[in-house]
């Protein structure tokens, strides 16, 4: 038999482990599979593999699964949005709509050939769940228990240097299991089977302890990603952070997932986005904040156009243009050297105001895209002649010098 | 003498002079509201055909009496009209009564506009709310609610003084050992926008 992998999301970016797994699960089974991102299969194909991701790009998976129909004689779809809202892919008749995990292809080694070149990234999970169900969050419609994968290192890809974890919280893991993981990384770390990871979904700031900052020291975990999605990790995060950097990492960068346009005001976002200007100014290197606009779970609206409980259309547009506008890869940080903005609590307040107030104005300046932009050319104008200055004063130093 | 043009076509051109009001006092034109429909008219010329019912040689206007208002009050002050005409339509009506019903229809707007309609729209076609406010008459977007809720004195301020800034050319030096690496940068396509070349490539190169 041939089947036909496929991957149905325009928006995702990392490497379809499902897929990856079940391809695996099949080729044991002696079939050949094949695998496709995001397009139809080319040739004879005897059944498809559908995998889904976001619930807004379900109408583009919708689309590629009807024009998918007429060439495949067997489909099955399953996936995070065919979980969440799998009535929407059974209007289309004859499917095979799988919800949650697949029990027979979870402990499968994912078959990393399937994706044509050598990968970048192993991905893994160590645990599956999580032990906290907040509201905006779709881990405890998925997975609704909390369970450990004792042999995700086994897992791996022989050659990749780097691992992926996608645990939705690791350090909720009970303290032996999780003992455990580390002294794993440190052993491929030091074997040089890996050379860095990353905890992808972010790691629960309100379980780091001394403890485990200690036990994690001198691992190359980069970058190390917490959540500050709103006042029940306030002073949580901070302390984590301190913790982390107490504890050795500082080579790295921090990276801090802030939730916005759910039950938040556009001050108590402001003040998260500040805390951590604030760190990057005290600790002098990158902490960055990444910015996650909320949307419905539920939802299959393309266009992800909700608008939160205390933002409007005009606040939420404006803010995501300054997060758009100065952000790399949706990555928001300030300088942590400081230059002409002396610190980076200086930048943050030069774009997003000097407090919570004029941030508020300004977000419902009707033409704050113009003034934004204003604003940020006219800063790379000062700092280009700042650098065009002191270049020229050092060729003035390097002339005396040589005189 | 400024000529107001005409960017429409009717079934028919006809003289504003035939055109007598039908409505009576069934709506009021507020000075403010006027004065929008006439920048309107200043800036865009005539888009719209005028719409009228003929009755014992008259033409009775059935849609575009503040336009007629308007119109009538410009020509007062020295403004022509392109051609000396106006487009018009012809609305048919068996008497009075339905030429009557006819306004009330032509009145009505069916579809509703919301803040978040209005302000995708607005995103979405690049278009400017605060010449909006100036022109546009729109009760259900309330557009000064913003100029009314906050003061935006010292940003209008800021803005216009950073006027023209971004049409400055700002010339990048890039240390020689990046070179070679940001022209593979290019060659790869990074960057969709100017933007973004811009900001990554700067912060690669350590200028940022």
């Known amino acids: 038999?041939?089947?036909?992998?496929?991957?149905?999301?325009?928006?995702?970016?990392?490497?379809?482990?499902?897929?990856?797994?079940?391809?695996?699960?099949?080729?044991?089974?002696?079939?050949?599979?094949?695998?496709?991102?995001?397009?139809?299969?080319?040739?004879?194909?005897?059944?498809?593999?559908?995998?889904?991701?976001?619930?807004?790009?379900?109408?583009?998976?919708?689309?590629?699964?009807?024009?998918?129909?007429?060439?495949?004689?067997?489909?099955?779809?399953?996936?995070?949005?065919?979980?969440?809202?799998?009535?929407?892919?059974?209007?289309?008749?004859?499917?095979?709509?799988?919800?949650?995990?697949?029990?027979?292809?979870?402990?499968?080694?994912?078959?990393?050939?399937?994706?044509?070149?050598?990968?970048?990234?192993?991905?893994?999970?160590?645990?599956?769940?999580?032990?906290?169900?907040?509201?905006?969050?779709?881990?405890?419609?998925?997975?609704?228990?909390?369970?450990?994968?004792?042999?995700?290192?086994?897992?791996?890809?022989?050659?990749?240097?780097?691992?992926?974890?996608?645990?939705?919280?690791?350090l909720a893991k009970p303290i032996d299991g999780w003992l455990e993981d580390v002294a794993h990384l440190r052993r491929l770390t030091r074997s040089g089977r890996i050379t860095s990871f990353d905890f992808n979904q972010g790691i629960d700031c309100r379980l780091m302890t001394e403890e485990r900052a200690a036990a994690l020291e001198g691992l190359p975990l980069n970058p190390i990603r917490f959540a500050f999605d709103g006042k029940q990790e306030d002073g949580h995060y901070q302390k984590a952070v301190r913790l982390m950097i107490a504890h050795g990492f500082t080579q790295g960068y921090f990276m801090t997932y802030v939730l916005w346009n759910f039950t938040d005001t556009p001050e108590d976002v402001y003040y998260r986005i500040k805390v951590s200007a604030e760190l990057t100014a005290e600790f002098g290197f990158q902490i960055a904040s990444f910015p996650m606009r909320y949307q419905p779970i539920f939802s299959i609206d393309p266009k992800r156009g909700y608008v939160g409980k205390h933002w409007t259309p005009l606040t939420r547009r404006n803010f995501s243009m300054m997060v758009h506008g100065l952000s790399t890869h949706g990555e928001l940080s300030f300088n942590p050297r400081g230059d002409r903005l002396p610190t980076a609590v200086a930048e943050m307040e030069y774009y997003f105001g000097r407090d919570e107030q004029e941030f508020v104005r300004m977000l419902n300046y009707p033409k704050l895209r113009e003034l934004f932009h204003r604003r940020r050319a006219s800063m790379a104008y000062l700092r280009a002649q700042d650098r065009i200055r002191e270049d020229q004063e050092q060729e003035q130093e390097e002339e005396v010098v040589n005189t | 003498m400024k000529t107001i043009p005409i960017r429409c076509t009717g079934s028919e051109m006809i003289s504003l002079d035939r055109l007598t009001p039908l409505q009576g006092t069934l709506k009021t034109l507020s000075p403010e509201a006027k004065k929008k429909l006439r920048t309107s008219i200043e800036k865009h010329g005539i888009r719209f055909p005028i719409f009228y019912w003929r009755h014992n040689g008259s033409m009775m206007t059935v849609d575009g009496h503040a336009r007629v208002t308007v119109l009538r009050e410009m020509l007062g002050e020295g403004f022509t009209i392109e051609g000396d005409l106006v487009p018009a339509d012809r609305i048919e009506a068996r008497d009075e009564r339905e030429a009557k019903e006819m306004i009330l229809i032509s009145s009505s707007r069916y579809g509703r506009l919301d803040d978040r309609s209005f302000f995708e729209f607005t995103e979405e076609a690049g278009l400017d709310i605060d010449e909006l406010m100036r022109e546009v008459d729109l009760p259900e977007i309330m557009l000064g609610q913003f100029h009314d809720q906050y003061s935006f004195d010292d940003l209008e301020a800021e803005n216009a003084q950073l006027s023209g800034v971004e049409d400055a050319v700002i010339q990048i030096v890039i240390p020689r050992k990046f070179i070679k690496q940001v022209t593979e940068w290019l060659a790869d396509g990074e960057g969709s926008t100017a933007r973004q070349l811009g900001r990554g490539v700067m912060k690669r190169c350590g200028l940022l």
Not at chain 1, 17 to 28: E, R
Request: net charge neutral; aromatic share 10%.
């Open chain 1, 1 to 170: 038999m041939r089947a036909a992998l496929i991957y149905a999301s325009r928006s995702a970016t990392l490497y379809p482990l499902p897929l990856l797994k079940i391809g695996a699960m099949l080729k044991s089974q002696g079939h050949e599979v094949e695998l496709f991102i995001n397009r139809l299969p080319r040739g004879q194909f005897d059944e498809a593999w559908v995998s889904t991701c976001f619930t807004y790009d379900i109408p583009a998976a919708i689309a590629l699964i009807r024009r998918l129909k007429p060439l495949v004689a067997r489909i099955r779809v399953g996936g995070i949005a065919a979980t969440l809202l799998p009535e929407v892919f059974e209007h289309l008749g004859d499917l095979e709509i799988h919800r949650g995990l697949l029990p027979e292809a979870e402990d499968v080694v994912p078959d990393y050939s399937l994706l044509g070149h050598e990968p970048e990234y192993s991905i893994a999970y160590t645990t599956r769940g999580c032990v906290r169900h907040c509201s905006f969050c779709m881990v405890p419609q998925l997975e609704d228990r909390f369970t450990h994968e004792p042999h995700w290192h086994q897992r791996l890809h022989a050659r990749a240097q780097r691992v992926l974890f996608y645990d939705n919280n690791w």
